[in-house]
């Protein structure tokens, strides 16, 4: 139903843009969501994105370098990640809810993850 993609080795200082496409309808007060979680830590929110109003939410670590984006008409949300250090390095997740959180009980839909790997 959410399917992520796009992850892969990068440098420190790199780019990557991530991609969430969405099978199932996006409700115009759905929120699209990135999580990550790495190895041994629990899995912690970094951005969002209401469809509708396209407002964005951001975690305060990322908040300068990346930017969440979505086309309505691919049903895709995006997670553009620029100048990426290796805390960076996680199994980012996509997630669809009807209100925004920063905690995984706001989201209702998962995607299956796609790992990212930042190599200093």
């Known amino acids: 139903q959410l399917q992520a993609s796009g992850g892969g080795l990068v440098q420190a200082g790199g780019s990557l843009r991530l991609s969430c496409a969405a099978s199932r309808r996006i409700y115009s007060s759905s929120v699209l969501g990135w999580f990550r979680q790495a190895p041994g830590k629990e899995r912690l929110f970094v951005a969002a994105?209401?469809?509708?109003?396209?407002?964005?939410y951001y975690e305060d670590s990322v908040r300068d370098r990346f930017t969440i984006s979505r086309n309505s008409a691919e049903n895709t949300v995006y997670l553009q990640m620029n100048n990426l250090k290796p805390d960076d390095a996680a199994v980012y997740y996509c997630?669809?809810?009807?209100?925004?959180?920063?905690?995984?009980?706001?989201?209702?839909?998962w995607g299956q993850g796609t790992l990212v790997t930042v190599s200093s």
């Open positions: 994105i209401r469809w509708g109003t396209t407002r964005t």
């Open positions: 997630a669809m809810g009807s209100q925004y959180g920063t905690t995984q009980n706001a989201y209702n839909y």
